[in-house]
């Protein structure tokens, strides 16, 4: 990572301080995270700039914050276990995001694959991601307005899929839109019940591993201005 990358991505220390950051990692890693690369793109990605103003100060505490719209940015363990998973099989050049959301896990996915293609319903909060985005310099990143559920059909397949909202199936169309070998993390389920799922495409159709209960915002339809 060029080096004025590498400052951009820690700006705000004196605000967030760089012991409360290692304190968040260590507590990840307390949880079972290991993957050294994913926690070291957590440790240098400038949560706080991705939350309100007013919800700063908590950044860097292992909890998921609003973020308007009936939306939140997800809490780091989940972000850091979902890109774990995705990785699990190796490096990846090309991952379909559905929910762009604040942008947090774009820019944390975008520090670990070659190029993320992000999906978002609410075009307000898309283009505050972007901005962020440009802001810290990561440019592997390409956005499109519209309904998660469809995925992005015109520029699959795709090596990985994250959805980083719950569906109460799993669409049919990220099944679709999986390369050979490809891995879909998402959550699945309705209401309070809600487990998050490994999906990776076979030879012989899909295997499929439920990781644990999770909460998540549902993954609802159609682009919302």
């Known amino acids: 990572m060029a080096r004025e ?7 705000g220390i004196g605000m967030t301080s760089q012991r409360t950051r290692e304190r968040l990692i260590q507590r990840l890693y307390e949880e079972g995270l290991s993957n050294a690369q994913v926690l070291e793109v957590i440790r240098r990605t400038p949560r706080h700039l991705f939350v309100d103003e007013a919800l700063a100060h908590r950044a860097y505490e292992d909890t998921a914050l609003p973020i308007g719209h009936n939306q939140t ?6 972000v850091a276990r979902m890109s774990e998973l995705l990785l699990e099989a190796g490096p990846l050049d ?7 959301g604040s942008g947090y896990q774009t820019a ?4 670990l694959v070659e190029r993320v293609f992000s999906v978002e319903r609410i075009k307000v909060l898309q283009d505050r991601a972007k901005e962020r985005l440009v802001e810290l ?12 559920w469809e995925g992005w059909p015109a520029l699959a397949p795709y090596n990985g899929i994250i959805v980083t909202a719950v569906a109460t199936d799993v669409p049919q169309a990220l099944l679709d839109q999986l390369a050979p070998g490809g891995r879909l993390v998402i959550p699945v389920g309705s209401g309070e019940v809600q487990q998050l799922m490994l999906i990776i495409r076979e030879e012989q159709g899909f295997s499929r591993r439920v990781l644990g209960a999770v909460r998540f915002v549902p993954l609802l339809n159609g682009p919302l201005a």
């Open 5 to 11: 990358q590498d400052d951009m991505l820690r700006r």
């Open 73 to 78: 940015i997800s809490q780091p363990y989940m």
């Open 94 to 100: 090309k991952v379909l995001e559905i929910g762009t």
């Open 108 to 111: 944390v996915l975008s520090q």
């Open 137 to 148: 310099n990561l440019r592997n990143v390409v956005f499109r307005w519209g309904d998660g």
